[in-house]
């Protein structure tokens, strides 16, 4: 088989094929000749190119994807006071990824970041309305040692599912 890196007849290259824009020992694959995608490298990545492949955030923090691997099931009657939906191990803080719930009445429930602690979500639910709320794929970051809590401007049941991480 030919190298498709090559120069074919003509002096162009075949498409698709393997290119170094840059001299810089990383081989990209050029698919029908629209923007390189990096494929493998000569040189080890630093920790930020490693870790980052979405950038930096508003505020520094080095933004990279997360798959949710946890999945807790809740089932809360008669909210209305903060009611306990995720408790993740000592030592260890959720990262909220989305949600899934259905309200038996029109309510605003907010999500806490622990007991007495901030707000750090706010859902709109309505009567026997299934809600889906994905939160991308870097989700909301509790802080360790805080569980995930709701309360309800009305006093509804509550069912549903929350997916994301432990770190």
Known sequence: MPNPAAPNE???????????????GAAAYLPFGIGAKVIGTGVTPGAAQATT?????SNGVILRPYVADTFVPFSLTAVTTEQLIWNPAAGKSFRLLGITLKSTVEAVLNLLNGTGGATIFTIGAGDSVPVYLPLGPVGILGTVDASLYVTSSASADIAGTVFGCVE
């Not at 492949?53 to 955030?57: D, E, N, Q, S």
């Open 53 to 57: 492949p979405w950038g930096v955030g």
């Open 10 to 24: 003509s002096g162009g290259r075949r498409i698709p094929f393997l290119v170094d824009p840059d001299d810089s």
